[in-house]
């Protein structure tokens, strides 16, 4: 890497209801800092309130941030402060409108420092995914019962791809609950391809397969839409939404404008299609 290069994330973000849904209630967001994917819950709208809320709230830290860059700010306590805004706004607004009582919201966040290090922000079962070179594997853990039985020994693995209970969340972000995220610090390096995405893909595309697409589908784009593609022809009963991103060097350029998909979008079919951002 030259002194006129820096690392820096190139993004790509697409998100589809699947075949089974009539709406998505599934928001993403890229910018040249901050990568996101929150899927909501609650039935009705209620879901993507809760997930355009998050997003809302996580783009306006990263507007703030990006208008302060030498702030020096620790970007996992800003990042956990941020999702304890989030939690404490969808207990607001159902507050004020009781039919909100049910809603919620997965968060997994990757937040970058400029130079090679992500603040990493999770809680639900959106999962977050790294490819670095040839070995692939899950950065976060889903905060679900059926997780928890695994990490207990009560069931295999195996067992827990095809549980009847496998979505049964034990934490995410709900009105009227506490925001209780997995926050950590990660190393990137040159060449890592992370994948966010929510639990339309996981639920039907097993995790080999996706390591798989990642690995010999060079084009973020076609990667992206690869992998949406297998979750429909997996019966697509969710909403799909991943976010893509390859580390490169590239020299000193202008980042593009951030990148708002899905519920937080008003889920207009333009935003919905991919999007690279240096």
Not at 232 to 239: A, F, H, I, M, R
Not at 255 to 263: K, L, M, Q, S, Y
Request: net charge negative; aromatic share 4%; charged share 25%.
């Amino acid at each position: 890497m030259t002194d006129s290069e820096v690392l820096r994330l190139r993004s790509v973000a697409h998100t589809d209801p699947g075949l089974q849904r009539d709406n998505n209630e599934d928001s993403g967001y890229l910018s040249a800092r901050l990568l996101v994917v929150a899927d909501g819950m609650g039935g009705h709208a209620y879901g993507e309130v809760a997930s355009a809320t998050a997003i809302g709230i996580l783009a306006e830290l990263d507007r703030e941030l990006a208008d302060d860059a030498e702030s020096g700010v620790d970007l996992l306590d800003a990042l956990g402060s941020a999702i304890t805004v989030i939690s404490d706004r969808l207990t607001d607004l159902a507050m004020d409108d009781p039919e909100l009582a049910t809603m919620g919201t997965t968060v997994t966040a990757l937040f970058w420092d400029g130079t090679s290090r992500f603040a990493i922000g999770h809680i639900g079962d959106s999962r977050a995914y790294l490819l670095r070179k040839d070995q692939f594997g899950q950065l976060t853990r889903d905060h679900t019962l059926v997780q928890s039985l695994v990490d207990e020994g009560k069931i295999t693995p195996e067992q827990a791809v095809n549980h009847p209970r496998r979505s049964v969340l034990m934490r995410a972000l709900q009105s009227g609950g506490s925001a209780e995220p997995d926050l950590y610090p990660w190393q990137a390096a040159v060449g890592d391809r992370y994948l966010l995405c929510s639990d339309g893909l996981t639920d039907v595309v097993p995790d080999e397969l996706i390591g798989q697409v990642l690995a010999s589908v060079a084009d973020p784009d076609d990667a992206v839409a690869t992998l949406i593609e297998l979750a429909k022809q997996g019966g697509g009963p969710d909403n799909i939404t991943c976010v893509l991103s390859d580390i490169v060097e590239s020299a000193d350029e202008e980042p593009g404008e951030p990148i708002i998909i899905g519920a937080a979008a008003g889920n207009r079919p333009e935003t919905d299609e991919p999007a690279a951002r240096a």
